[in-house]
């Protein structure tokens, strides 16, 4: 083989070596971008999954409290049906103590 083959045989090696890498290089990029969108769209989707989870919890506990309350204040409102019906038994009595000190002491200052 004479040099002037070896020469070319080296230069077709070249620039075959220099094809053979830039499609690598190609290939990477493609695949770095590929992976960045993905990458982007999981973020996204794990976002929206986050707040419709933080949603459906924060509903949860928005009902459990609203039974909660609505619970305390049918309690509260028997208490005070009770205590306003034992009120309404002594006011008449109530009204008899006051008028009976009231005449005694009108009659004290007469």
Do not use: C, W, Y
Not at 18 to 40: F, G, H, M
Not at 49 to 57: C, G, T, V
């Amino acid at each position: 083989m004479s040099r002037a083959d070896t020469l070319l045989k080296v230069k077709e090696a070249e620039v075959k070596a220099e094809k053979i890498i830039k499609e690598a290089e190609e290939q990477s990029k493609l695949t770095v971008s590929t992976a960045k969108r993905d990458a982007a769209r999981l973020v996204q989707e794990a976002e929206v999954k986050m707040k419709a989870d933080n949603d459906a919890a924060f509903a949860k506990e928005k009902a459990q409290i609203s039974s909660q309350r609505e619970e305390i204040l049918k309690k509260g409102r028997e208490e005070a049906s009770k205590i306003a019906s034992k009120a309404s038994v002594n006011v008449p009595k109530a009204k008899n103590h006051l008028k009976e000190r009231f005449e005694r002491a009108l009659d004290a200052t007469s």
